[in-house]
């Protein structure tokens, strides 16, 4: 891997660092080691000065000045240090110096080691010498006399030989300091690599960590701030990925109770595109829709997905034109929702309906953070609830036909008895007895046919009682349908019809409420000899098929049509004439085959009906052979 910016970065401030104080502390030696011979060199003039002091101090006193200057410039010839001697008088004029013209050279009382030397005897300076014209080393020595004052001898070395004493020095120090360069280069690339790669990998997996790769563990060690980067960020990831599992069980318990809805529920944005549907809603709509769960961008949109236009503008933000209110309203509390319309989903010959309710809800906007689905902001869109309201509206029509159906049944033989009444009491009994009399009769049939339906209306809602409780036993059949035998010989002996009973072994017993299969086999029975002619057959036949017992009760009596034979268990529903007839004793309440089937339902079996007209009929009742 090519090394990036930061790493130059680092290894050029490391560079810069080490060569600063490479460089620094080379120049403080070589400044150090400077100042050490400089120390050392002062001795050795003030050696040389003490000496001439003491050889020119007579001299200063009686000697000329050519004399001294002959003198000073054989002794500074002597040395090859390139000594500078200069003789200067107690007021300050030169008086000889080995190097210069003393007649040319200016005043030397102002000069700092001659001041110091004035005052103390002894003095030092470094300083420029414009005579010279470089940087030169100056000792002074006072030359007393009689404890007065003659003279000054001064000694001077230039600088430059200072530093050319100390050259070799200086050379060895250049391999060094550039071997010290080198090392410090490698160590600034050494810690360059080592501190950059271990911010590479941390900056590496905190890019992962933001592109959503929470399966990444970020590498920790050590114990300086750079670790402790690592460790928080692999905190961070640590929780971030617990509280992602937590959502992501969260999403999946949410759809799957959203899948598992018997409602249909569709959601759409403001947009106009469904970002949500279950398979309830598609099973009501009849559409197969390509998305589950929320769907950050959905391609299916309300006008392509869903065909009802009253389902389009309830989605869309806009009042549907089908109607709003309907027979089930406040069954389902639409009341807290926009609308609600009733569909009819289903067609002729299998009616289906669906109540389509609609509502504002706040829906989360999806970021962008791959494989996560977080949500983020919140924005308005639509809610539509399907639910299937067949049964309902199933319910509501029998309810509105059984209403209808009893008053008109209850009100027939009560208006006959009321007029019969009200006739024999305006009749002279006396006189009138055999019409009376046969008023009275109309009375009793009619009070008859009112008991017989109040006592079937009592029948049907003590079978059809939620809390209803018929608990089963074991009976032997041959006992039941003897039984049966005895409660209708009567009946059976006054149209003179034929019984036949078949009972088979196999199917000699069952598990079944006493009660309900008492109440199903009169009815039955009821019908069956009503319907039939005089020396007509009834016959009550049971067999066995796996696990269900079958009891089936036949005639022979005049049928029932084809187009009437899947209403026959509807409450109050009666055939025409041509099986009914027109005399009140042929015609039952119309409450006996629904009976029948809703006390076989409560029995846990299923009923079936087979006819053909002129030829007979046979109800088949199929019951479990051993129920809880």
């Known amino acids: 891997m090519r090394p990036g910016r930061f790493f130059w970065k680092l290894f050029l401030g490391n560079a810069a660092l080490l060569g600063l104080t490479l460089g620094l502390s080379i120049w403080l030696i070589v400044a150090e080691f400077d100042r050490f011979q400089a120390d050392q060199v002062t001795p050795y003039l003030h050696d040389h000065a003490e000496t001439l002091a003491a050889l020119f101090e007579a001299r200063l006193a009686s000697d000329t000045q050519f004399r001294i200057e002959s003198t000073v410039t054989r002794i500074a010839s002597s040395h090859p240090e390139a000594i500078r001697v200069t003789i200067i008088g107690s007021s300050g004029e030169v008086l000889a110096d080995s190097h210069e013209d003393a007649a040319k050279m200016e005043n030397h009382l102002s000069r700092p080691e001659i001041q110091q030397a004035m005052q103390s005897g002894r003095g030092e300076s470094q300083r420029w010498s414009d005579t010279i014209g470089r940087t030169m080393k100056y000792v002074a020595i006072r030359v007393d006399r009689n404890a007065a004052p003659v003279g000054i001898v ?74 402790m980067l690592a460790r928080a960020l692999e905190r961070m ?91 089930t309203q406040g069954v389902f509390g639409e009341d807290a929702y926009l609308s609600a319309i009733r569909l009819d989903v289903g067609g002729p010959s299998n009616p289906a309906y669906v109540l389509a309710r609609v509502r504002e809800i706040s829906i989360p906007s999806p970021v962008d953070l791959p494989g996560t689905g977080a949500m983020s902001q919140q924005t308005m869109g639509r809610l539509l609830v399907l639910t299937e309201v067949t049964e309902v509206v199933r319910a509501v029509r029998a309810r509105n036909d059984f209403v209808t159906n009893s008053s008109h049944e209850l009100r027939t033989p009560v208006a006959a008895i009321r007029v019969a009444v009200e006739t024999v009491l305006k009749m002279d009994l006396q006189n009138e007895a055999p019409a009376a009399t046969r008023f009275l009769g109309v009375i009793g049939r009619h009070a008859a046919r009112l008991e017989a339906l109040v006592n079937d209306l009592l029948d049907l809602a003590r079978v059809e009682a939620p809390g209803a409780r018929y608990d089963p036993s074991s009976l032997h059949l041959q006992r039941v349908v003897d039984e049966l035998r005895a409660r209708w010989d009567e009946e059976l002996a006054r149209k003179n019809l034929v019984w036949r009973a ?36 009834i016959s009550v036949r049971t067999m066995a098929e796996d696990s269900r017992v079958i009891i089936e009760v036949s005639d022979t009596g005049c049928g029932i049509p084809a187009r009437d034979q899947d209403r026959v268990f509807e409450r109050f529903y009666q055939v025409d004439a041509v099986r009914g007839g027109s005399s009140s004793d042929k015609r039952g309440t119309g409450l006996g085959l629904s009976i029948v089937r809703h006390a076989v339902l409560a029995m846990g079996g299923t009923v079936a009906l087979s006819s053909k007209p002129g030829e007979g009929t046979s109800v088949r009742v199929e019951l479990p052979k051993i129920r809880p």
């Open 154 to 227: 001064r000694v001077a070395m230039p600088v430059r030989t200072l530093a050319e004493r100390t050259s070799a020095a200086r050379r060895l120090l250049g391999p060094i300091g550039g071997v010290a360069l080198l090392s410090a280069l490698g160590l600034a690339i050494g810690l360059a690599f080592l501190w950059s790669n271990r911010i590479r990998r941390i900056t590496a997996a905190a890019q992962s960590l933001s592109r959503g790769d929470l399966a990444t563990a970020i590498p920790i060690s050590g114990s300086d701030e750079v670790s």
């Open 237 to 327: 990831r640590n929780r971030i990925t617990s509280h992602m599992t937590a959502i992501n069980n969260q999403r999946r318990t949410w759809e799957s109770l959203v899948h598992e809805l018997s409602e249909g529920v569709v959601v759409a944005d403001l947009g106009g595109n469904i970002i949500l549907a279950n398979p309830a809603a598609g099973r009501l709509l009849q559409y197969d829709f390509p998305i589950s769960g929320f769907m950050a961008h959905s391609k299916c949109g309300v006008e392509e997905c869903i065909s009802n236009h009253d389902l389009q503008q309830m989605l869309l933000g806009k009042t549907p034109t089908g109607p709003e209110r309907n027979a």
């Open 502 to 537: 078949d009972v088979n072994a196999s199917a000699s017993q069952v598990t079944a409420s006493p009660q309900l299969l008492s109440l199903v086999l009169d009815n039955l029975m009821d019908n069956a000899i009503k319907f039939t002619p005089p020396e007509g057959e």
